[in-house]
């Protein structure tokens, strides 16, 4: 059940240019134009370019989400949500977009999409999609999958996720990960004709699975321990927060009381009153904009759970590595001890202990034919085992090496996203305290003209 | 009660020395203010269990006594005292100043309660002294504010704090309690020195000046408890009848009294509220920063950043515990004080309402039964003069009351505005510094790429 290298009938064939990243909008990508011809179902095989192939932009928009009713596969009726992604190619030139596909998805497709891609790029660190269900609530954000505010953050998460697969070097080539941008029928029946699912190691899936590994690459060891970390300092603060957003909501909304208060008091003052009215306005001002500062926050938020998410990405890539060393290891004792056995024979000393030797002993020593015999067999095995060994250290090499690589990619991205969205949430603390300041302000004088 | 403390050296002429000394304010002194019998404490009577009502039972804890934050400083003259009096008109003519200070447990076999350090210095010829010291319990005070109600019927007497806590404290008396009580005490006392009226009260200077067992001595004299209790009975009684003729500007300063105390009661639960929410966001923020040092921990790349944030954060942190005091510290105080005005105002109406209603049942007698109880006309004449003068004190302190409510409370709220302006003002100076440090290392890694 080894997964060999990436299957270039699964693969749409490599553009010489590199994508884009995140580019201007954070939507553009650049995908090779050439393989929406050469992506079709069944045309496979060698696609390789010779010529008369250009870059062209590809902006991924996940613009719409909608309520749909419809009957799931034990044919009741369920209600759900569905995304509408819209994929436009952009001229270089003159930068205008025109729209080539738009489509309806659901979460679960988005999420056969990702289990695909886990199974074929085991070495990537692959994106993680948006929350399934609301964790990390505060009293006034819903836990509800129907909730506006949920679905809404969702079909950014949904969006975002897209994004970072369009923005890989080596994802966004994948000619699944096309048709599910283009083709809305059958698409799921062209993803399970892969026999991905039969591909999965169910072993990588099985989390209480501890391997004994006796020389797995420290570099994985430690990033195991890393993303372990990762994710629990990450949860504890999503949860401070959440309870800081809580509590800074309640601050801000009692204000809204003396609004009316103050409103009820002017009636019966002749000199305060003017100044208890306006004051009480402004009351009501700084009570209400609280909303927009949360909103704001949940966003930042999201981004912080995006990377809560991609530690068990992390996991999966060490994981993977994990067992392809666990069966080079087996391999090799295998091996090991099929040429003692060999040795063995062939010298006629008997040092470990075999059925056959056992029942050589109790019912009579086999002939010579009949040991030669047994030496060819075991000799087949060797030379296949060692043919086996070779090629699994080989993969262990390759691997090791493609993931390595992908990880020092993911780091640098998390590097980056990280310090923009502490800065951003910077960002907001500002604008959060200038709101406060002018309405703070705009109050005291009308409490002086009191 | 235990005997006053002495002056120290460093004061004049000190306090009437214990023991028999003849000139100090002793048994004989008459009852000030006029108005005898008819007029009626309601809160007086109220406190029938005078010697239970405060039994402030303590633990006898020592750090009781490390009062050093309670003191304020002690300006010594007068002229330099102007500036910490914030809340009375005229303050160059003020002759009298009062601090209120050193909480101190004491402890008997009957009970244990607080005992107030107040110290009096004054220009005032009547006083015997300049300086006073002497030390009160909010038993003392309770009866001082009796006294003034007695005498002053229908003038605004200042609140006393409550005696009890009304709601959710562990320990009945804890050190917020009697800092927050002690505070309140200052002001009352405060309150009655620049009142024209009260502050030449006769109570007033013997609270003031008598030592402990001339006090005692001199709260026994006054109507007993039985006559007071009689008194409360006819008043009920009578009140309504003082509702019905009252003039119209009394309705007027009724209506406006109930209203306000409606008001005033929602704005103390309100700011009572926002208080407990800014605590429980300190609280909740205290724990915020930190989890971004821990975080630091584990990444190389983001140690800096992370560590930069934290602080900004705990500095926010700071800010916002410096807002929540400020809070409790200018506008609760405040607004609680005029809670508790809110309902002396309606006693104070209460009284009126009395005085006018004796008036007019001996005038309805008159008009009616032509009988041996007839109330002479001058009787009469005596009732309407009084009717005349407490209507009048009222209004005249009625006017007063409104002009110190309305600068207090602005006052109050421009200081809560100022508050938190100058906490948002603090965050930002944080974070825009922040930002500006990540832009100039951004723009140094940026220039180090160049080549």
């Known amino acids: 059940m080894e997964q060999g290298p990436p299957d ?32 079709e179902e069944g045309s496979g095989g060698d696609t390789m370019t010779h010529n008369n192939f250009w870059l062209k932009k590809i902006e991924i928009s996940v613009s719409e989400a909608e309520k749909r009713t419809g009957r799931n596969a034990m044919n009741m009726q369920e209600t759900y949500t569905a995304y509408l992604i819209e994929t436009r190619s952009v001229e270089h030139t003159d930068g205008q977009s025109v729209l080539t596909d738009s489509l309806w998805r659901r979460y679960s497709e988005f999420e056969l999409l990702r289990n695909y891609l886990l199974v074929y790029y085991p070495h990537i660190v692959v994106p993680p999609l948006p929350e399934k269900r609301a964790e990390f609530v505060w009293h006034k954000l819903s836990a509800d999958n129907m909730d506006p505010d949920f679905v809404e953050r969702r079909r950014i998460g949904l969006e975002n996720f897209l994004l970072r697969i369009a923005s890989h070097p080596i994802l966004c080539r994948d000619k699944i990960f096309y048709l599910f941008l283009t083709q809305e029928g059958n698409w799921k029946e062209t993803v399970n004709e892969t026999g991905f699912q039969l591909k999965a190691d169910s072993r990588l899936k099985a989390l209480n699975a501890t391997f004994r590994v006796k020389n797995p690459d420290k570099r994985f060891t430690d990033l195991k321990h890393y993303s372990d970390e990762l994710q629990s300092v990450i949860s504890h603060l999503l949860r401070v927060r959440a309870r800081v957003a809580d509590r800074l909501y309640g601050v ?17 003052e002749k000199e305060m009153g003017d100044g208890l009215q306006s004051a009480g306005h402004h009351m009501d001002v700084y009570a209400s904009s609280i909303d927009d500062i949360l909103e704001d926050e949940e966003h930042y938020a999201d981004q912080l759970k995006e990377y809560l998410f991609y530690a068990e990405a992390l996991r999966a890539v060490c994981r993977k590595h994990e067992l392809m060393q666990y ?42 034919e009949q040991r030669e015999a047994r030496i060819k067999v075991l000799e087949e095995q060797i030379n ?39 800065i951003s949430y910077a960002v907001m603390q500002i604008s959060m305290c200038k709101k406060g300041i002018q309405v703070w302000t705009n109050a005291k004088e009308c409490f002086s003209k009191m | 009660m235990e005997g006053e403390r002495r002056a120290s050296q460093a004061r004049s002429s000190g306090l009437p020395a214990g ?8 048994g004989g002194t008459p009852f000030p203010g006029g108005g005898g019998s008819s007029a009626l404490l309601q809160a007086e009577v109220l406190d029938l269990d005078e010697d239970e009502d405060d039994l402030e039972v303590f633990s006898k804890d020592a750090s009781l006594m490390d009062m050093n934050s309670f003191s304020p400083m002690m300006p010594t003259s007068p002229l330099s005292m102007i500036n910490q009096i914030k809340f009375e008109d005229e303050p160059d003519l003020k002759d009298l100043f009062i601090t209120v200070d050193e909480p101190e447990s004491h402890v008997t076999t009957i009970e244990t309660f607080i005992t107030y350090r107040i110290i009096t210095k004054t220009s005032r010829g009547e006083f015997d002294s300049s300086e006073f010291e002497v030390r009160r319990r909010y038993q003392d005070f309770l009866w001082l504010k009796g006294k003034l109600e007695e005498a002053h019927p229908t003038l605004i007497i200042p609140p006393l ?24 005490l200052h002001k009352f006392l405060n309150r009655i020195a620049d009142h024209p009226t009260l502050t030449f009260n006769e109570d007033f200077k013997i609270f003031l000046t008598a030592q402990a067992w001339e006090l005692s001595s001199h709260k026994k004299q006054g109507p007993g408890l039985l006559s007071r209790m009689g008194q409360t009975v006819r008043a009920v009684a009578s009140s309504m009848r003082g509702v019905k003729n009252r003039p119209e500007e009394f309705m007027e300063m009724n209506n406006f009294i109930e209203l306000f105390s409606q008001k005033i009661n929602l704005i103390d639960k309100i700011s009572q509220r926002i208080y407990k929410e800014e605590r429980e966001y300190f609280d909740e923020m205290k724990e915020y920063g930190p989890i971004h040092i821990l975080w630091s921990a584990s990444e190389e790349d983001l140690v800096d950043i992370l560590k930069d944030v934290a602080s900004c954060i705990d500095r926010c942190c700071k800010a916002t515990e410096k807002r929540m005091s400020g809070l409790g510290e200018a506008l609760l105080p405040v607004v609680h ?11 104070v109406m209460k009284r009126r309402d009395q005085i006018q209603a004796e008036l007019d049942s001996k005038v309805e007698a008159l008009t009616y039964k032509k009988t041996d109880a007839d109330p002479l006309p001058e009787e009469i004449g005596k009732l309407e003069d009084k009717v005349e003068c407490a209507n009048n004190a009222l209004k005249a302190d009625w006017e007063r009351w409104k002009q110190n409510m309305q600068n207090d409370i602005k006052l109050a709220f421009t200081d809560m505005a100022e508050g938190n302006i100058h906490y948002y003002e603090q965050c930002l100076a944080t974070w825009e510094s922040f930002l500006t440090s990540q832009t100039n290392l951004h723009l140094e890694e940026a220039s180090e790429e160049k080549p």
């Open chain 1, 8 to 39: 270039p009938e699964r693969q749409l064939q490599p553009a010489p240019l590199e994508p884009l990243g995140r580019s201007e909008a954070g939507l553009g990508v650049a995908v090779d134009e050439e393989a929406e011809g050469a992506g």
């Open chain 1, 252 to 268: 801000y909304k009692v204000h809204g009381n003396y609004g009316r208060v103050f409103s009820e008091w002017s009636a019966i």
């Open chain 1, 327 to 368: 069966d080079l290891e087996i391999a090799a004792q295998d091996l090991a001890s099929k040429k003692q056995q060999c040795e063995e024979l062939a010298t006629g000393t008997v040092r470990t202990f075999s059925l056959k030797g056992m029942t050589t002993k109790l019912f009579g020593q086999e002939t010579p």
């Open chain 1, 384 to 422: 296949e085992g060692e043919q086996q060994l070779k090629s699994k250290n080989l993969e262990g090499r390759e691997f090791v090496k493609n993931a390595w690589a992908d990880i020092e990619r993911f780091k640098e991205q998390k590097n980056r996203d990280l310090k923009e969205a502490l």
């Open chain 2, 19 to 26: 023991g028999a000394d003849a000139d100090s304010p002793g």
């Open chain 2, 161 to 184: 704090p409550e005696k009890f806590m009304v709601k959710g404290m562990v320990e009945r008396f804890n050190d917020d309690f009697i800092e927050t009580r002690r505070k309140a």
């Open chain 2, 337 to 347: 004080e005029y809670v508790l005005y809110s309902e002396m105002l309606m006693g």
